[in-house]
């Protein structure tokens, strides 16, 4: 069975820290990669998507590393801003059209003072 | 830039009631896909359209129905509603409707069914 899991489920970080979000899947075959950013009671927000031949992705402050041998993505955040609090999502392709894709359950960060 | 819209934003119903949320993809996108969200799971694939035809069909109840229409906005119908409809209802629109390419998001309707 296609799974994607996400650790760590919640997290809290102070403003102007780093850091960093896992995911990893057990998705075949595998397409793409992509990083959502969800904020509370709205849609999910493209943040990157990787191919298997890419192995990292910027978009802002926000960098996603892909490593398609172990399976494994991770989603850094540089210099967090209260506006970064939400649930980040990491959704697995299995190519073809959209019911192959996987989603993980997201990790909710909060960015405080 | 023009994003997907979605209306009604918020929806109460009682059971046994029918809904029609309604979707407006991005200009130009011709594929369009609905999502249902519970409260803390992962958006769950209903059904999706390209070019007006059912493209994809995830898990979708047989009390639900959509259609695309020629101007490609989309319509979600719900009948006979019960209390586990209760959800966030996505719409997500794209190009071809391919794997690679990027679904974007409006901002949900949610429905609650009392």
Same mark, same amino acid.
């Given at each position: 069975k296609n799974q994607v899991e996400q650790s760590p489920q919640s997290l809290i970080i102070l403003e102007g820290k780093n850091c960093t979000l896992q995911c990893n899947y057990t998705v075949s075959p595998f397409s793409n990669l992509r990083w959502y950013k969800q904020d509370t009671g709205r849609g999910p927000v493209s943040l990157t998507i990787m191919t298997f031949s890419e192995n990292t992705k910027s978009n802002g402050r926000y960098t996603a590393t892909l490593d398609a041998d172990t399976k494994q993505s991770s989603l850094h955040i540089t210099a967090s801003q209260l506006s970064?609090? =939400?649930s980040y999502i990491c959704v697995?392709? =299995?190519g073809g059209t959209a019911s192959k894709l996987t989603f993980g359950t997201g990790t909710r960060l909060q960015v405080t003072l | 830039a023009a994003g997907v819209i979605q209306s009604p934003r918020h929806l109460i119903k009682e059971k046994r009631e029918t809904a029609t949320l309604k979707c %407006? *993809?991005?200009p130009r996108h011709d594929t369009v896909y609905w999502y249902q969200q519970g409260p803390g799971q992962d958006p769950q694939f209903l059904i999706s359209f390209y070019e007006k035809m059912q493209s994809d069909k995830g898990s979708i109840p047989d009390r639900f129905s959509a259609q695309q229409f020629s101007d490609y906005h989309s319509e979600l119908n719900m009948s006979s509603l019960?209390? &586990?409809d209760s959800a966030l209802y996505f719409c997500a629109s794209s190009?071809?409707?391919l794997a690679q390419e990027t679904? %974007?998001?409006? *901002? &949900?309707t949610r429905l609650l069914v009392l």
């Open positions: 970064d609090s =939400a697995v392709s =299995a | %407006y *993809p991005i019960e209390l &586990g190009l071809e409707g679904q %974007y998001f409006g *901002p &949900g």
